[in-house]
């Protein structure tokens, strides 16, 4: 391999002649082999952002001239189409600041940018970092990464699936079944009601993920190293969180205490409970329908689900529910991840977090799991789903629960012993209310109508 040679304050660094990274970067990437955890692609991005974003206001500003403008825009529109992840190396286990990152990707703009422009035009830390410290940029890519995420990949995968729901109430209405409770026979319920409860479970959660959003948006730069925007031009806070905006189409807005923005990760703690909220309703909507859908003859077997392949490799015909288990294995990773990021939140002293890339390491991950197994699920599963309404009538029918509905006829504790008799006897509650003396016949009949009881 060929190499060049690469400075920092600490002297000279041997990198691969065919990166664009520089010594800094080169150190956290000798200095912190491990683990094969990268900072995400979507951090790197938000950075592209960030970058030109500060680019257009420190021009703007008087502090950076047109020429070294354009050529750091230039770079961060190649990093922005993906053409530049090759030099991207470093790992989430390095400085809890992330400042290897932020100066990952100033070294790469600057010698991209240098070779775009044919002569060394920009510095790493003068030009590429001006008016930024890694403190604030670190802060505010995993802002800016975290809302595009859930904006652009998450909440269009929850609208897809609360939509196929949607369908499915109207396709099942007039279908009744029993309902459960504790595992036990319940009250009966309409299927389309059962299923309005699973759509309202995600536009619920949807609803609380939005509502974190505008935390999401504040962004910490412009507070510099500590908060207090030493080297950064008066108005830059302003001014960069517009470009940003505008760059984006996302309305992110300067955080209003930069001390708060630098030190504090409670909008990452927020929001994440909210994509936990999400994982635990997808862990109890899968549960249910792996549930309605086993057997198929030993089980419930209410409703039928596709089958998308061979379930075992010794029972011939055997059929799983493996996109349930899929949503419910992403679920208990959800829930791992949002404990790693309420710790990391925890943590640092002072001025600064320093947990910072486990923090959207985690939070990334489970926006990409949840909006991608929440896509599978709908396409894979979901769209498929059949009712058995002969297996829900024929349980409807047999449930002793039915007994309820006599509540008002024959008061509690009669209903109590006719079901008791029904089971004990193993017969229908008809013939167990009329064997008591509770009802004749002919009364059993006129106020014994399970369809009605929803």
Partial sequence: MEYKV????????????????GAQTQRSHENFP??????????????????????????????????RRAVIASVCDEILDGKLDGHFPLSVWQTGSGTQSNMNVNEVIANRGNEIAGEKLLHPNDHCNMSQSSNDTFPTAMHIAAAIAIEDTLLPSID?????????????????KTGRTHLQDAVPIAFSQEISGWRAMLTESRAMIVQALPFLKQ?????????????????????????????????????????????????????????????????????????????????????????????????????NPTQCESVTMVAVQVMANDTAVGIAASQGNFELNVFMPVTIYNFLQSVRLLADSLRSFDLRCVRGIKANREKMHENLHRSLMLVTA???????????????????????LKEACVALGFLSAERFDEVFHPEEMV
């Fill in 6 to 21: 690469e400075h920092d304050s600490l002297g000279e660094v041997r990198v691969p002649a065919d990166r664009y990274w």
């Fill in 34 to 67: 491990i683990g094969t955890e990268t900072i995400p692609r979507e951090v790197i991005r938000a950075f592209a952002v960030l970058k030109k974003g500060a680019a257009f206001a420190n021009h703007k500003l008087g502090k950076l001239d047109e020429k």
């Fill in 160 to 176: 897809a699936l609360a939509a196929t729901l949607s369908r499915l109430i109207e396709e099942n209405e007039g279908i009744v």
């Fill in 219 to 319: 962004l910490a730069l412009g507070g510099t190293a500590v908060g207090t925007g030493l080297n950064a031009p008066k108005g830059f806070d302003v001014e960069v969180a517009r470009m940003i905006s505008d760059l984006t189409g996302l309305d992110f807005v300067t955080a209003p205490n930069k001390f708060h923005a630098l030190s504090s990760k409670d909008e990452m703690v927020f929001a994440h409970g909210a994509l936990k909220g999400l994982a635990a309703n997808m862990m109890k909507m899968a549960n249910d329908v792996r549930w309605l859908a086993s057997g198929p003859r030993c089980g419930l077997g209410e409703i039928q689900i596709p089958a998308n392949e061979p379930g075992s490799s010794i029972m011939p015909g055997k059929v």
């Fill in 406 to 428: 006599l509540n008002p006829y024959i008061g509690y504790e009669k209903a109590a012993k006719t079901a008791h008799k029904a089971f004990a006897e193993n017969i229908s």
